[in-house]
């Protein structure tokens, strides 16, 4: 425990543990996408697919970090850590989805929809993460 009362949490092994959570997400909405897309749209639009599942989940990566280094501040600290955490995906996903939309190397409608449905996927996953997270922090149950 620290001296505000919250629980000592290993910010290492919290991110790793966020890290792996995203590349699971990702391998999961991946495999659910990928034969659909490949069977109705075709080749190009499934690496556009895969391509946008990596922006999403390396956004999410880069989410995690801001989290990880609040994690033992305190609880008003931490809650700020998970707010500039949704700032940090929000602008490396827009940052590297503008980067690869612009190279031409994907179709870009199928990539700028694959990267929308799976920054949700991922978010969705990254957030209930973080809810168990930020209750073993304060203390609450898990």
Known sequence: M????????????TLLRLVALSAIGGIVAGLAAFVPVRSIWG?????????GLAVAVLGGWFGSIPIVLTINLG???????????????????????ALVHTSGLVVSDAFLLSVGVMHLLILAVDVTAQ????????????
């Open 2 to 13: 620290t001296p505000s009362g919250q629980r000592h949490t290993d910010p290492l092994a």
């Open 43 to 51: 080749d190009a639009a499934t690496v556009a697919m895969l391509a």
């Open 75 to 97: 609880p008003a600290a931490f809650a700020s850590g998970v707010l500039a955490g949704l700032g940090a995906r929000f602008l490396a996903t827009a940052v590297v989805a």
């Open 131 to 142: 809810i168990r997270l930020s209750r073993r922090v304060v203390g609450g149950a898990a």
